[in-house]
């Protein structure tokens, strides 16, 4: 494998790793919650249809990142993650139906 292969394909698993898509369909629910409470976002839940663009409008809806690099990296991944979340529509069509949406912040039922 040459360096110039290894560099690529480390760059685009390190890409992959943070979109939003990829941390909706493929991690556990709570995994995406908990990815997003440590963004401080503001949503308290997102659709499983198009749950990547979701994903990336809450790091969005979240306080200030001090140092500026996250908005331009989530603004890329937005284009990846409609391309992405277009291609798994029918299965998160299904996941919608059957789970409902993904909670972020969740209260304990008061009984």
């Given at each position: 494998m040459s360096i110039?292969?290894?560099?690529?394909?480390g760059a685009l698993s390190?890409?992959?790793a943070g979109c939003g898509?990829?941390?909706?369909?493929?991690?556990?629910?709570a995994e995406a919650a908990q990815s997003l409470r440590r963004q401080k976002t503001y949503c308290q839940s997102i659709p499983r249809i198009y749950s990547g663009l979701a994903?990336?409008?809450?790091?969005?809806?979240?306080?200030?990142d001090p140092t500026?690099?996250?908005?331009?990296?989530?603004?890329?991944?937005l284009a990846l993650s409609?391309?992405?979340d277009t291609m798994v529509l029918p299965?998160?069509?299904?996941?919608?139906?059957?789970?409902?949406?993904?909670p972020v912040y969740w209260r304990p039922s008061r009984g």
């Open positions: 110039k292969m290894a560099v690529s394909s390190l890409a992959m898509t990829v941390s909706t369909v493929l991690q556990d629910d994903f990336d409008f809450c790091v969005l809806n979240a306080p200030p500026g690099v996250l908005v331009p990296l989530v603004l890329l991944d409609g391309t992405l299965y998160t069509i299904y996941r919608q139906t059957v789970d409902g949406n993904i």
